[in-house]
């Protein structure tokens, strides 16, 4: 066959158009210690690095290109040369104050692979990937070299392409401040910028979740689609320069990606709290899990005021009856919001105009405190900050000097603002704009807390910068928000769906605590909206969502109304020896146990949809040949969250052993609690 020099031209024409295609060579690979993930690293013909990942052989990430984007020197892309490959194991069990569970054991192979540009100085870069039978982290290390003492980065290029096709549920990234949206669920190759943590369910029924561990001193990751399911990473921006600035040696943060049979697998690894550095802080006995009461909901529902004035809740009296509430309930806390000067201004728009150490006239701070350590009782400190980091980084050290005086020994700080008009100091000392996940809000998140650490002050963030478990590094971060809490049952467009929490524990809950603020057992928010829940599912809540620090959130005379339901909140801990997942799917329901950490208790929580259904609850892990008895709290026949009868609450008890099965109905938008305690 001849070709016609038109056809010649053409067909050249389209070679030279297209991308060159360069085969992969493997140049590294390693396993977990049980086989069941391999990581294969590979270099292709430009010298461009790349990673996939098998599981128990079946390829669920493709080859995914690695490397960057610079602004003051070439990209760090190609013309990579292996010069180096090491793999080691290792394995330890280490012990945390408090947490999900008392022991976790640290166990993985770890592949680091050394490499130098060769076409670019022989700038050099290591990739290392610490491999767990359930998960994989990787990160870049640069070492200190003079050929890049400054590196700027403008664009990570760390790709996961995912080779099976998978159902996707994220929160939209680079969106609205401290992460309170609602979870979406679509196709993978639908999304566009998701936040992480973003979990998918491929075809198979393999569940993986992509997230990031140890971020410190870096912009936050997002996710963006490039093209099918194809995914890149994108670094949250800066607004005076490139997204990160690092100078001399440095690591970025792991780029996680949990890997299971299903959805409860998600739930049960460690490991971002395994890729995190061990506790800096020493002995931290004076961080305390526990629940508390306050201030608070009356304000969501227009009862009260956080400014000043005829309504004002943060006043001496209400605060001394919420303390005798606490008291006399066994709650070790008392939140108090608005009581310090500066609610007034505009905070909510950048105006924030605030002092922490200047209470409002009708609020006796010192008097209050020593009331609350009389009986037995400590206030929960509040730095509303409005997002002006400025302001707040002149005050921090004397506020956390004031409440370390007076012995209130947590503090619930919160950062409302819009996306973008965080307020941050700038080395000239003018204060500039930016995004509160970028790598200088970063800087604040974490030297807020190492700060409130040096006066032995334990710290709950709110609009916070998400969680990448960091409270391993340091214990006195107790708690983040970093989701739709319950107040959007309050006075939110929408409410909290019927399926929110059955979402929260396979997306949100998967990178640490979150403070959800539960127990709302009157069911009711601001203008008589009513909650998507339960009153059963109100008391799960307290075992599903996980929080050191605990929130009963509801009014002390909406307690008084229901003492049957406010026992289970009164009874159940908040720090845990051990947690299993029983059963569940993202977004459907979720039973999860968890054994109190300082008796032989053990506490079940389930949460379904909007769908009512059976869960089974095997008790199997109870202690085999000994006798407990339950109390469970669980939906009454006629419950459902969408009329009267989501206040339908039946209680019973019953002997129970480790070969017990329980089959519980779930109302449609209901939960069920359940407390086993040894028989005597």
């Known amino acids: ?41 590979q270099l292709d013909g430009m010298g461009k690095l790349a990673y996939d990942i098998k599981r128990k052989g079946k390829e669920i990430i493709a080859p995914s290109h690695l490397g960057f984007n610079l602004a003051n020197a070439p990209k760090m892309d190609d013309g990579f040369t292996v010069k180096d490959k090491r793999v080691s194991e290792h394995d330890d069990t280490w012990e945390q104050p408090w947490g999900e569970r008392r022991y976790v054991r640290n166990h993985y192979r770890e592949l680091r692979v ?29 070492p200190d070299q003079p050929q890049l003492r400054d590196v700027a980065i403008t664009d990570e290029l760390t790709e996961f392409v995912v080779a099976r096709p998978a159902t996707a549920w994220w929160i939209p990234a680079g969106e609205l401040s401290g992460l309170e949206q609602i979870v979406e669920k679509a196709p993978l190759a639908e999304i566009g910028m998701a936040n992480t943590p973003l979990t998918l369910r491929l075809d198979d029924g393999t569940h993986i979740a992509l997230h990031e561990a140890a971020l410190v001193d870096y912009a936050t990751m997002w996710v963006r689609k490039v093209a099918g399911q194809k995914l890149r990473a994108q670094l949250a921006p800066s607004t005076t320069g490139a997204a990160v600035v690092r100078h001399g040696a440095f690591t970025t943060p792991w780029r996680t990606l949990r890997i299971a049979d299903d959805a409860p697998g998600l739930y049960m690894s460690d490991l971002e709290l395994n890729l995190n550095e061990p506790n800096k802080l020493g002995d931290v006995s004076w961080v305390h899990p526990s629940k508390f009461v306050g201030v608070w909901w009356e304000m969501h529902l227009n009862k009260g005021t956080w400014n000043a004035g005829p309504k004002h809740a943060a006043n001496t009296a209400n605060v001394k009856r919420y303390i005798d509430f ?54 929960i400190g509040h730095h509303e900050t409005g997002g002006n980091v400025a302001a707040y980084e002149k005050q921090m050290d004397a506020a956390y000097k004031l409440y370390a005086k007076l012995g209130v020994d947590s503090v619930k700080s919160g950062y409302v603002h819009e996306a973008g008009t965080m307020q941050f100091p700038g080395p000239d000392g003018k204060v500039h704009y930016g995004n509160y996940d970028s790598q200088e809000g970063v800087r604040h998140f974490v030297k807020a807390v190492a700060e409130a650490a040096r006066y032995r002050i334990a710290v709950d963030t709110h609009e916070p910068v998400k969680d990448t478990g960091l409270r391993r590094t340091y214990p006195n971060w107790l708690a983040r928000e970093g989701a739709r809490g319950v107040e959007y049952n309050a006075w939110g467009e929408p409410p909290n769906a019927a399926d929110h929490e059955a979402k929260l524990v396979f997306t949100r809950m998967l990178s640490g605590p979150m403070d959800y603020t539960p127990g709302v057992l009157s069911l009711v928010g601001a203008g008589g909206k009513t909650f998507n829940s339960t009153q059963a599912k109100q008391l799960a809540d307290y075992v599903v969502i996980y929080s050191p620090l605990a929130m009963a959130a509801d009014l002390p005379e909406n307690y008084a109304k229901y003492p049957a339901a406010f026992k289970f909140i009164r009874d159940v801990p908040t720090d845990w020896a051990d947690t299993r997942v029983l059963n569940g799917a993202v977004g459907e329901y979720a039973t999860i146990a968890r054994k109190d950490r300082r008796s032989d208790a053990w506490y079940v929580g389930a949460v379904t949809d909007g769908t009512a259904r059976t869960v089974a609850v095997p008790l199997a ?15 009454g026949e006629q419950a459902d969250y969408r009329n009267e009868h989501r206040f339908d609450l039946v209680t019973e008890t019953r002997t129970v052993t480790a070969k017990d099965l329980l089959d519980v109905r779930l109302a449609p938008g209901g939960g069920l609690a359940v407390r086993i305690v040894p028989k005597q």
């Open 114 to 142: 050394d490499v130098e540009q060769t076409n670019r100085s022989n700038r050099r870069l290591a990739i290392v990937f610490r491999i767990y039978d359930d998960g994989i982290g990787f990160r870049y290390e640069f």
């Open 1 to 41: 066959m001849r070709l016609r020099p038109l056809a010649l031209a053409a067909m050249f024409t389209s070679y030279m158009a297209a991308p060159a295609v360069w085969a992969q060579t493997v140049v590294a690979t390693a396993s977990s210690p049980g086989g069941v993930l391999t990581v294969d690293v």
């Open 621 to 635: 892990f109870l202690d085999p040949g000994r006798q407990y008895v339950a109390e469970i709290y669980r939906d």
């Open 326 to 379: 606490a008291a006399a309930n066994g709650f070790r806390g008392v939140l108090v919001e608005g009581w310090n000067r500066g609610w007034e201004s505009d905070w909510g728009h950048g105006g924030a105009d605030f002092s922490f150490t200047q209470p409002y006239p009708d609020f006796d701070l010192p008097a209050l405190a020593a009331y609350a350590k009389r009986k037995g009782v400590r206030l």
